[in-house]
């Protein structure tokens, strides 16, 4: 059997900014940080500021924060596809 290789937070916001990419276009910047109040966030942030400007999440922990992040962008997505 194949050993299952274990998903980085890079590997994540790779992803994320290759989702991004694809349906909204020009990507400035994908990313996550921890916040003394608020807790681990990651955030998209797009070059044209008009449609959607800037995409955030936040979780207990980096991982979490990404998966809520793509997550996010996926509901969107799928979204704008049915309209």
Same mark, same amino acid.
């Given at each position: 059997m194949a050993?299952? !290789?274990?998903? +980085?937070?890079?590997?994540? #916001? ?10 909204? /276009? @020009?990507?400035?910047?994908?990313g996550? !940080?921890?916040? +003394?109040?608020?807790?681990? #966030? ?10 959607? /400007? @800037? ?5 207990d ?23």
């Amino acid at each position: 059997m194949a050993k299952h !290789k274990e998903k +980085t937070n890079s590997d994540r #916001i790779l992803r994320i900014h290759q989702l991004c990419e694809e349906y909204f /276009g @020009n990507v400035r910047f994908v990313g996550v !940080k921890y916040h +003394t109040k608020i807790g681990w #966030i990651a955030k998209v942030q797009f070059e044209d500021q008009d449609d959607i /400007g @800037n995409l955030t999440a936040d979780g207990d922990d980096a991982t979490d924060a990404l998966r809520k992040l793509k997550n996010r962008v996926k509901k969107i997505i799928k979204r704008y596809s049915m309209v």
